[in-house]
């Protein structure tokens, strides 16, 4: 797969603000600022553009999307398959694990990779993106919140990466990113990131099932049990099945 392979971002005029966060991210100089009825507004030169989404997390109004990877598409389905997972909670399942795996490293482990890792939904799910560095702290954050146990990541292998400068930004970011959660008291073990990891499948699944293990070992999301007991066992549940709570009671 080459540099530029991968859809290039948009910007959405309507939600830019002109803060330039974007242009100081992009490592291609590919982004620049230009004047819009008076007010200024970024524009991606495609041309320049090499496809490595580092400007996507750098824009704090959404305004930058990756056509095929929006924010909505992954946070719907993040959303979707954490129902799944909180649907199987308490059953015994293993725990429910979020991979974002860069398209690079995708590309030299084949189609069916997917179904090597997970057996079931509630096992959880793989998006592919352009980079590591196109992922969101909020994408993160919605995982855990929304029932996943923990959020894999995967980056390029074998010292192979395409978007040096790109990764090494992401790295920080997550770095800075796993403290914020360590100090608001949630648990950044529950997130793993792998960069330049050996390029198979079987070095792949070996990182997949210890990510596992450490999981099993801290217990299940506690932010999961919490939307569980509040939800499942809460007015909102009772009211979807049709019960009602009369004196205390439910009926
Ligand atoms: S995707 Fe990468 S190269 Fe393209 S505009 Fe964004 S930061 Fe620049
Ligand atoms: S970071 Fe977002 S709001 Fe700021 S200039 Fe770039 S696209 Fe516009």
Redesign the pocket.
């Known amino acids: 797969m080459e540099k530029g392979a991968n859809p290039?971002?948009d910007i959405i005029q309507n939600q830019c603000f002109g803060c330039g966060n974007?242009v100081i991210?992009?490592?291609?100089n590919?982004?620049g600022l230009q004047s819009h009825n008076y007010f200024y507004k970024a524009d991606?030169d495609h041309e320049?553009?090499?496809?490595?989404?580092?400007?996507?997390p750098a824009c704090w109004c959404g305004a930058?999307q990756q056509p095929g990877a929006t924010d909505k598409i992954i946070l719907d389905k993040i959303n979707s398959y954490g129902n799944e997972i909180l649907k199987a909670h308490g059953s015994g399942s293993d725990p429910g694990v979020l991979a974002f795996v860069c398209n690079f490293y995708q590309s030299a482990l084949g189609e069916d990779f997917e179904s090597k890792i997970y057996n079931q939904p509630s096992d959880g799910i793989l998006i592919k993106i352009t980079c590591i560095a196109q992922i969101k702290p909020e994408y993160i954050s919605k995982a855990l919140g929304y029932g996943f146990d923990g959020v894999l990541i995967i980056g390029c292998c074998n010292n192979g990466c395409t978007f040096t400068s790109?990764a090494e930004r992401a790295i920080k970011r997550f770095t800075i990113f796993c403290r914020l959660l360590d100090h608001l008291g949630l648990d950044s073990k529950r997130i793993s990131l792998n960069h330049n990891v050996p390029c198979n499948s079987s070095d792949l699944l070996t990182v997949f099932e210890e990510f596992k293990d450490q999981l099993k070992q801290r217990g299940p999301n506690p932010l999961k049990t919490e939307i569980v007991e509040n939800y499942f066992s809460g007015p909102q549940f009772r009211q979807k099945k049709g019960y009602s709570i009369s004196g205390g009671q439910m009926q």
């Open positions: 290039k971002p974007c991210a992009c490592p291609e590919a982004i991606i320049k553009c090499t496809s490595c989404g580092t400007c996507i930058l790109a």
